[in-house]
């Protein structure tokens, strides 16, 4: 007698090519330029919420607001072609620049460590929430966060920003940008010289008025594939279009 497959089993097979093909075809249609968007949503995100829970204002400190939690984008890190992304707060001098010492944010997930006097343990340091910056985190530093570090990881070889959030010319190739959050998470980008000390925080900081728009490109020429991230005025809410 000839042995044939029962209904059972045809309808196991069916389910199990249904997992197989659910599992692969997000893997096939992949797309690294959304991934790093999403990434990067959530990420600044993450930074409102930081700026949201740390109320920077000092009475005693006239330059306060230069404090606010940011992110901030770079390129030519190492003095390599890179494009990568910081999370800091500018608490030691107000220099725009991320500094390991109590600026750069924690990788949440990858914290580190701490011992009995809150130092963090040499052997298990965890993680900043930065790909990298000249001059602060190597790029062959293992407590930098690859996925942040864009060209690395998704292919990313060109960053622009809209006019309505970038300061200066935005055609300059190495000229950063930083997106800061108040204390009600209201966005910025960008605050008057570090060095002029006279500046005020709601007269020479730069409210965001308008849509700010944020274009990663796979090709450095900017043609090709890209994808678009948007941070709204006033809520900061951040997403792609």
Known sequence: MKKAF?????VLVVVIVGIISAVMVPRLNRSTLRDAAHQIVSHIRYTQHLALMDDKY?????QWFKERWQVKFSRSVDSQDVWAYTIFSDVN????????????ARNPMNPGELNAAGQLVKSKPGQYLSGGHSGTLELTDSRRNKKMTLKETYNINWISFSKSCSSGNPGILNQSRNIIFDRVGRPYYYYKDYHDTSAKPYTDMK???????????????RTGKNVQIAIEPETGYVHIL
Not at 6 to 10: A, I, R
Not at 58 to 62: H, L
Not at 93 to 104: A, C, F, M, W, Y
């Open 6 to 10: 029962t209904l059972v089993e045809l």
């Open 58 to 62: 000092d009475p005693d400190d006239p």
């Open 93 to 104: 001098n107000h220099d725009r620049i991320p500094n390991l010492k109590n600026e750069i």
């Open 207 to 221: 409210l965001l008025q308008q849509q700010c728009i944020i274009t990663l490109y796979e090709k450095s020429d």
